[in-house]
């Protein structure tokens, strides 16, 4: 199949992340895990939109297998432009390592009910630049299926609009203070999404994806995420994390259902996991790269 000029275009800015054996890659330390109830302190919900109640959470819990699970839903019935729904999630230990700027790839473990895109954002301390949205973000398409996500950091940008408040993924990882993990696209309704294990990933350098991992990565999307997606605008970032209530559900899970054990077997798992191999091109729906 002839491949236009515009394709072309897109697989010379197109990079993707290497398959990162479980050996292979070198963490710079665990940056966090949800083995127990005592980790949910590291984590805090994010609900905001533009119009009040269309966005909420109805649970944030842990599953028993290492993941945190958010629950609840996205609408723009009452007039939204927009909403995000999402967790904010700050190291596994006070003196966790903070200095990743010798990282080159972020690992994020991640499923979601019904597949779809997650904006994953990497986040210092400053609160301006913070509230304003503009710390560096990129979005990852999600499987329903747990899955090591193996991101190149070269990928994250701040939002275009962010103008003078924009800053670098390098200035970003001298000091990385959360990971946030949010919904704020299509498909609209109920939302379920779960965060496991991450780490900052040392080996592994970037590499040029070829034109046949740009058209198989995104031919494997599936059709009802390929149309056009709504729109964060320009300052929307602000209120969503000037908005972060713990939700009304369980802070932790109940209970009959939590496995201690259980999950450290799973954080165990998760990091012997083959990481999965992700494509990002720049996309003009979300003016941010998109990787899948």
């Known amino acids: 199949m002839r491949r236009s000029p ?11 992340s290497p398959a990162l054996p479980a050996q292979a890659a070198s963490a710079l330390r665990p940056w966090a895990r949800f083995g127990d109830s005592a980790s949910m302190a590291a984590a805090h919900a994010i609900v905001a939109s533009d119009a009040p109640g269309d966005a909420s959470v109805s649970s944030l819990a842990l599953d028993g297998g290492g993941m945190l699970v958010l629950s609840g839903a996205l609408g723009l019935d009452n007039g939204s432009r927009w909403a995000t729904l999402g967790v904010e999630i700050a190291p596994a230990t006070p003196d966790a390592v903070r200095d990743m700027s010798t990282a080159s790839v972020l690992r994020i ?12 954002r990497i986040k210092g301390g400053d609160k301006d630049i913070g509230n304003a949205g503009c710390y560096p973000v ?11 996500y193996a991101i190149p950091l070269s990928a994250f940008h701040s939002p275009g609009w962010c103008g003078a408040k924009a800053v670098s993924i390098e200035q970003t990882l001298g000091s990385v203070e959360r990971v946030e993990v949010t919904a704020n696209d299509e498909p609209a309704g109920p939302v379920i999404f779960s965060v496991g294990s991450i780490d900052f990933l040392v080996d592994g350098a970037n590499q040029a994806a070829s034109s046949d991992d740009v058209e198989r990565a995104r031919e494997s999307q599936p059709d009802s995420l390929r149309s056009r997606q709504r ?3 320009a300052g929307a970032g602000a209120s969503a994390n000037a908005a972060t209530p713990r939700p009304p559900g369980p802070a932790s899970t109940p209970a009959s259902r939590r496995k201690p054990a259980a999950g450290g077997q799973a954080n165990a798992a998760s990091a012997a996991t083959p990481s999965r191999r992700v494509v990002c091109e720049h996309s003009a729906r979300y003016e941010l790269m998109l990787c899948y």
């Open 6 to 16: 515009l394709l072309a275009l897109i697989t010379a800015c197109a990079i993707a």
């Open 109 to 120: 473990r991640l499923a979601a009910a019904t597949a779809r895109p997650l904006r994953v």
């Open 138 to 148: 990129v979005v990852q398409m999600v499987a329903t299926a747990p899955a090591n």
């Open 231 to 233: 729109e964060e605008p």
